[in-house]
Nanobody, 126 residues
């Protein structure tokens, strides 16, 4: 069974940090670009960050640039999203998704993503 599993979410206070992980089961991630997406209550899912297979290209949505960092360790078959200086508006369910072909900035809409995880909840509240 091919699947992605996210972990690392939780409840934190504003200004704190979290690191999300995305691991695969049934296939290896090294030939896939990975995107992180978020969806908060009542809102449309949006792309947060994306990384290509060799960590050469990374993309960030404007609201997280400078605070979040995406990285991957292909030896561990895991992609990470380091989230610093968290804000209440970052509260959402975060999903990772995999694609074997990255279509430039269209990744942010989920275009071309072949596999999706079930998500991990990040809550930022004082």
């Amino acid at each position: 069974q091919l699947q992605l599993v996210e972990s690392g979410g939780g409840l934190v206070q504003p200004g704190w940090s979290l690191r999300l992980s995305c691991a695969s089961s049934g296939f290896t991630l090294d030939s896939y670009a990975i995107g992180w997406f978020c969806q908060s209550l009542g809102k449309v899912r949006e792309g947060v960050s994306c990384i290509d297979t060799r960590s050469v290209l990374t993309y960030y949505t404007d609201s997280v640039r400078g605070r979040f960092t995406i990285s991957r360790d292909n030896a561990k078959n895991t992609v990470y999203l380091q989230m610093n200086s968290l804000k209440s508006e970052d509260t959402a369910v975060y999903y990772c998704a995999a694609t074997n072909r990255l279509y430039g900035s269209r990744w942010a809409s989920g275009y071309g993503m072949d596999y999706w995880g079930k998500g991990t909840l990040v809550s930022v509240s004082s």
